[in-house]
């Protein structure tokens, strides 16, 4: 059995003289509309017949897919789709070699190109829709595939499978993927940079719209979460994290603010900030208390602090952004009122914050930093995101082979936004800029902002824009006094 679901069973059968067969039950009637599941596959249109359909001209025209061997019905008017199974690699395996992932990615990108002449778009192409024998790409799972001509069908087709291969490829390497699906050759002139810019586009376009998408997921009982009450009060867990242990985590926090011991990390009058560790994972457990009836009310529409820092945590995992991981949250409700909430999450430390690196490293090392903290904040704003308070102690660094890994906290003040306009994006870069102290030389600034700005044009221009980040930098009074600066 290589899959049972309720739509769908998968197995593998020996067959004798001959290589394995791959054999898939479609359920028919198993959706959410069972009658027109039922009416289309009557007319043919069933997944199954259109994925039959796509094997046979596919294989036909010498592109690499199964060998597509049998269709037929079963009792209940279930179908059965039978093909050859295929010995391979899953692409995300075969991308584990740097060796290889140069080599593959252009054969994958070649595969698409096929695929697309031949007139068919996937409709469901992604890493896991891929498997390699021998560094040749097999392109699996057509039951959404379709004869198409429509130029933009293909580059959305392009743009999912970019943007599903964004946590195993380079950008480099996508780039090289997208260049060899559009038949591109280096080097690129105008058109061609810009068609390779808008399959870029609609990569993160896509990302933003499966980041909303696990939001809203995130915020209900499924698969990856769990209803969780403890102590009055409700939320959800990961299912990773048992009940027992939030109710141990919220007891140990208590616990700690009782005894003023060093867990407590931060304690004042709105909230508190403790570092515990229970059932094994080291976790920081972050609590707000509404001090008036507007704040409460505020938060029983946008929802309480903890559940926000929960849902953008996730979010920002799904768009690749480093964050710490909510593990779990809770709510105390009077009258429908979120008057306090408590959120778990992964602890960080002893990751040191991105303001110590850059004033106290060593030149290189601080370069290093420099290019993490460029890259963390391009996908932050690409991808639409304001973190709210980007200060530099908001972000903390990890040392990874070959420089840094930054990871955001404090998320309760994180929005995801269609577009981020130009106001909140100098905002956050001088948030950033004066949370940095005068130890960082001028010239690191100037040169972060340059690249900022050419990889993120301004619609009033560089120059207007940096001199906006410098006023409100000094506006914010905060570590930064503005030596050296130029507007």
């Given at each position: 059995?290589?899959?049972?679901g309720?739509?769908r069973?998968?197995?593998?059968?020996?067959a004798?003289?001959?290589s394995?067969?791959?054999?898939k039950?479609?359920?028919v009637?198993?959706?959410?509309?069972?009658?027109r599941e039922?009416?289309?596959?009557?007319?043919?249109?069933?997944?199954?017949?259109?994925?039959w359909?796509?094997?046979?001209a596919?294989?036909?025209?010498?592109?690499?897919?199964?060998r597509?061997?049998?269709?037929?019905?079963?009792g209940?008017?279930?179908?059965?789709?039978?093909?050859?199974?295929?010995?391979?690699?899953?692409?995300?395996?075969?991308?584990?070699?740097?060796?290889?992932?140069?080599?593959?990615?252009i054969?994958?990108?070649?595969?698409i190109?096929?695929?697309?002449?031949?007139?068919?778009?996937h409709?469901d192409?992604?890493?896991?829709?891929v498997?390699v024998?021998?560094?040749?790409?097999?392109?699996?799972?057509?039951?959404?595939?379709?004869?198409?001509?429509?130029?933009?069908a293909?580059r959305?087709?392009l743009?999912h499978l970019?943007?599903?291969?964004?946590?195993?490829?380079?950008?480099a390497?996508?780039?090289r993927?997208?260049?060899?699906?559009?038949?591109?050759s280096?080097?690129f002139g105008?058109?061609?940079?810009?068609?390779?810019?808008?399959?870029?586009?609609?990569?993160?376009?896509r990302?933003?719209?499966?980041?909303?998408?696990r939001?809203?997921?995130?915020?209900?009982?499924?698969?990856?979460?769990?209803v969780?009450?403890?102590?009055?009060?409700?939320?959800?867990?990961?299912r990773t994290l048992?009940?027992?242990a939030?109710?141990?985590?919220v007891?140990?926090h208590?616990?700690?603010?009782a005894?003023g011991?060093?867990?407590?990390l931060?304690?004042?009058?709105?909230?508190?900030?403790?570092g515990i560790?229970?059932?094994?994972?080291?976790?920081v457990?972050?609590?707000?208390r509404?001090r008036?009836?507007?704040?409460a009310?505020?938060?029983?529409l946008?929802?309480s602090?903890?559940?926000?820092?929960?849902?953008?945590?996730?979010?920002?995992e799904?768009?690749?952004?480093?964050?710490?991981t909510?593990?779990?949250?809770l709510?105390?409700?009077?009258?429908g009122?979120?008057?306090?909430?408590?959120?778990?999450?992964?602890?960080?430390r002893?990751?040191?914050?991105a303001?110590?690196?850059?004033?106290?490293?060593?030149?290189?090392?601080?370069?290093?930093?420099?290019?993490?903290?460029?890259?963390?904040?391009?996908?932050?704003?690409?991808a639409?995101?304001?973190?709210?308070?980007?200060?530099?102690?908001?972000?903390?660094l990890?040392?990874?082979?070959?420089?840094?890994?930054?990871?955001?906290?404090?998320?309760?003040?994180?929005?995801?936004?269609?577009r981020?306009?130009?106001?909140?994006?100098?905002r956050?870069?001088?948030?950033l800029?004066?949370?940095?102290?005068?130890?960082?030389?001028?010239?690191?600034?100037?040169?972060?902002?340059?690249?900022?700005?050419q990889a993120?044009?301004?619609?009033?221009?560089?120059?207007?824009?940096?001199a906006?980040?410098?006023s409100?930098s000094?506006?914010?009074?905060?570590?930064w006094s503005?030596?050296d600066?130029?507007?």
């Amino acid at each position: 059995m290589v899959h049972d679901g309720p739509h769908r069973r998968i197995v593998r059968i020996a067959a004798p003289g001959s290589s394995d067969l791959l054999v898939k039950q479609f359920r028919v009637g198993s959706g959410r509309h069972p009658w027109r599941e039922r009416g289309r596959a009557l007319l043919g249109q069933s997944p199954a017949d259109r994925e039959w359909r796509a094997l046979r001209a596919l294989f036909e025209a010498g592109i690499c897919v199964p060998r597509p061997r049998a269709l037929g019905e079963i009792g209940g008017r279930d179908r059965l789709l039978a093909m050859e199974w295929i010995e391979a690699s899953h692409l995300a395996e075969a991308l584990d070699s740097p060796r290889a992932r140069r080599e593959i990615a252009i054969a994958l990108g070649r595969a698409i190109a096929g695929l697309h002449a031949h007139g068919f778009v996937h409709g469901d192409l992604h890493h896991g829709n891929v498997l390699v024998r021998t560094s040749v790409p097999v392109l699996l799972d057509l039951q959404r595939a379709r004869p198409s001509r429509s130029a933009a069908a293909r580059r959305i087709d392009l743009a999912h499978l970019d943007h599903s291969l964004a946590p195993y490829v380079s950008t480099a390497g996508r780039v090289r993927l997208r260049a060899a699906a559009l038949g591109l050759s280096r080097p690129f002139g105008l058109a061609a940079r810009a068609a390779i810019r808008t399959i870029g586009e609609l990569s993160v376009r896509r990302a933003r719209v499966h980041a909303a998408s696990r939001r809203r997921h995130l915020l209900r009982e499924g698969r990856a979460c769990a209803v969780v009450s403890v102590a009055g009060g409700r939320g959800l867990r990961l299912r990773t994290l048992s009940a027992d242990a939030v109710a141990d985590a919220v007891a140990a926090h208590a616990a700690a603010l009782a005894a003023g011991d060093p867990r407590v990390l931060e304690n004042d009058g709105r909230g508190a900030l403790c570092g515990i560790v229970v059932d094994g994972h080291r976790i920081v457990s972050k609590e707000v208390r509404d001090r008036d009836l507007a704040r409460a009310f505020a938060d029983r529409l946008r929802g309480s602090p903890a559940r926000r820092a929960w849902a953008a945590g996730h979010g920002l995992e799904m768009l690749l952004i480093g964050a710490a991981t909510p593990l779990a949250y809770l709510e105390w409700r009077r009258f429908g009122l979120p008057l306090r909430s408590l959120v778990l999450l992964e602890d960080l430390r002893p990751d040191p914050g991105a303001h110590h690196v850059l004033e106290t490293a060593p030149a290189q090392t601080r370069d290093a930093a420099l290019d993490a903290l460029l890259a963390l904040v391009l996908r932050l704003h690409r991808a639409g995101a304001d973190h709210g308070d980007l200060k530099a102690s908001n972000i903390l660094l990890r040392t990874v082979p070959g420089g840094f890994e930054p990871h955001l906290v404090d998320l309760e003040g994180v929005r995801f936004l269609r577009r981020l306009p130009d106001a909140l994006r100098v905002r956050a870069l001088a948030q950033l800029n004066a949370s940095v102290g005068d130890a960082l030389p001028a010239q690191s600034r100037r040169r972060f902002f340059a690249r900022y700005a050419q990889a993120l044009r301004f619609a009033a221009g560089s120059s207007r824009a940096r001199a906006a980040v410098v006023s409100a930098s000094l506006a914010r009074g905060h570590r930064w006094s503005g030596r050296d600066c130029e507007r």
